[in-house]
């Protein structure tokens, strides 16, 4: 497609003009539901709100005529729509009128309906369609408190603020080409081609070569974004939501938020930029710098994991994090950074008093613990070691008890089998002189087909007291026993002990799947003293050794915490 040779422009819905041609290529017309969709929508737009359409693409005939590539069931709904609020004999104008290819008097056939049209038989299949929607339209607004005014609530809006964005290509454009583009697997246009569109658009006073640059550095920063450790670094966004993962750039200068329901924001916030500044070239400028800027911060190795976490924690948003960097120096950027770190921490309870039987602190926890991963990984000052944001957003993390003292959610015979197994193997690697039956009574449990609760309940509690260090139940739900580990469905390894999650963890890392640094070191016993060390238990000495090398990472915000109290 010549980009250069595009009209781009939005349009409110009343300001259409025009007569538009719907060529042989295209598929008759075929809404139904749909049609409820769209006066749905439109009826419930608050004051205030707007509401903007898929874009209308056209080619132009002549002055007046426009072939309708691509938009045709929006619009001849649209059309319908007017029609029929037209019969209420209200001073409503309608400015344009549509023609079908395959469908000779279709124009005539549209600019006759009304009410009585509801009772003749189609002559052709879209005829049959264009009755049913004037049908649903006609009893949407007979379902009206006041018919009348509702369409007249209805006209204001599209007059004053439904927009549609009116994309005109160069009449020497293959019509069939860009239709079976936009139409294969209905890929609508997105809010990065209608930006590009507007950079490149005719009467733009950009030249050929400038063109040529911007279309080149466009592919380069669309190729960089596709680093998932740049991507996943700058956003926590599934790429498979940006088609073109450049939109994710024009979404954060535009100050895009989450839940935002215009799915064009982003294309009518550079469409304003570019009609204030009366250029188009200063703006392109612009989103370098903005890209620029971002690769600066990913290539420097304390900020790549400062800003990591912080947009990784949803404490600060990346816009925020922009836009406070403006007209400051590095250092005292650099030192914003860390009061903000400090402050995602600065919870209002001591780290002793944290649960994980407390939903508040649940959240709490994870922020704490995933800023102890990213600075435990930045302070090795090794310019090759990074946390993987890529690989740490790819997967649902969940707090995991590193031993675990309680039987939740094993309600099922196979899960008791399956856990009595699993503790088997541990228990026969340590000495079970406190319980010396234990190993045959699991072998029996195994294999009873009638095995219940109360039988599992009580084979529970003696193993754990085996395979746990005495006192160290009033610790179960503390920070001191609890890491971050992929969700897992397993019911029976969630539930079990220290070592048969060590045993698993190991596994794991034989494999090189993704393990947090910091819960690969638990279960390796890497805090414990050496002169403490015993592999099978997580024990008081393990969780002394835990915190405090948490507290030695942490030390500078929890200082900055400290010092702010003081204050």
């Not at 400015?95 to 008097?105: A, H, I, M, V």
């Amino acid at each position: 497609m010549s980009m250069s040779n595009i009209h781009l422009e939005p349009k409110l819905v009343g300001s259409i003009e025009g007569e538009f041609y719907v060529p042989a290529y295209q598929r008759g017309y075929r809404w139904k539901e749909e049609v409820t969709m769209l006066l749905n929508d439109i009826h419930e737009i608050g004051e205030g709100k707007n509401y903007s359409l898929q874009p209308i693409v056209v080619r132009k005939i002549d002055e007046k005529r426009f072939e309708l590539i691509d938009g045709q069931q929006r619009l001849t709904s649209i059309y319908l729509i007017f029609r029929y609020m037209k019969q209420l004999n209200l001073p409503f104008q309608l400015n344009f009128s549509l023609e079908y290819e395959t469908r000779t008097g279709s124009k005539h056939f549209l600019e006759s309906i009304n009410a009585d049209t509801l009772n003749i038989d189609p002559h052709n299949i879209d005829e049959y369609f264009i009755i049913e929607a004037y049908r649903i339209i006609s009893n949407w607004f007979k379902a009206q408190k006041d018919e009348a005014l509702a369409a007249f609530n209805l006209y204001k809006k599209l007059n004053e603020r439904i927009r549609i964005i009116w994309y005109e290509v160069d009449s020497n454009e293959d019509p069939v080409s860009l239709f079976t583009r936009l139409n294969i697997g209905r890929i609508p246009l997105t809010n990065a081609e209608l930006v590009k569109a507007l950079l490149l658009s005719r009467n733009n006073g950009i030249d050929y070569r400038k063109q040529l640059e911007i279309a080149t550095e466009w592919d380069i920063i669309e190729k960089e974004l596709h680093n998932d450790s740049l991507w996943y670094f700058i956003t926590n966004e599934n790429p498979k939501a940006y088609p073109t993962r450049i939109e994710l750039i024009f979404d954060l200068m535009a100050n895009k938020q989450k839940g935002e329901r215009e799915k064009f924001f982003t294309f009518f916030y550079f469409d304003n930029e570019i009609k204030q500044r009366k250029g188009k070239s200063d703006i392109w400028t612009e989103i370098l710098r903005y890209f620029q800027r971002l690769k600066e911060w990913y290539e420097n190795i304390d900020l790549y994991h400062k800003v990591g976490y912080l947009v990784a924690s949803e404490f600060k948003s990346l816009q925020s994090l922009i836009n406070d960097s403006k007209d400051i120096t590095k250092t005292t950027f650099q030192n914003s950074l860390d009061a903000l770190i400090a402050q995602s921490i600065n919870f209002p309870k001591e780290y002793s008093d944290l649960s994980y039987d407390n939903k508040t602190d649940y959240g709490y926890i994870e922020r704490l613990l995933l800023l102890f991963n990213v600075e435990t990984i930045r302070q090795k000052s090794d310019e090759t070691m990074r946390f993987p944001f890529d690989k740490h957003k790819q997967e649902d993390w969940s707090l995991e008890h590193i031993h675990a003292q309680q039987s939740e959610g094993l309600n099922k015979r196979e899960q008791w089998v399956e856990w009595l197994n699993l503790h088997k193997s541990s228990l026969l690697n340590i000495d079970c002189k406190s319980d010396e039956n234990i190993i045959q009574e699991i072998s029996e449990a195994v294999n009873d087909e009638k095995l219940t609760g109360d039988r599992f309940s009580a084979l529970f509690n003696r193993v754990i007291a085996i395979l746990s260090e005495e006192g160290s139940n009033e610790y179960t739900h503390s920070l001191s026993n609890l890491a971050l580990l992929g969700q897992s469905d397993n019911s029976a390894l969630n539930n079990s002990a220290f070592d048969v999650k060590r045993n698993k963890i190991l596994e794991m890392d034989k494999t090189s799947d993704y393990i947090p640094v910091c819960t690969r070191r638990v279960f390796l016993k890497y805090y414990t003293p050496s002169e403490s060390n015993q592999v099978h238990f997580w024990g008081k000495a393990d969780r002394d050794g835990y915190i405090v090398e948490m507290n030695k990472v942490l030390r500078v915000y929890l200082g900055l915490i400290q010092k702010e109290i003081k204050l």
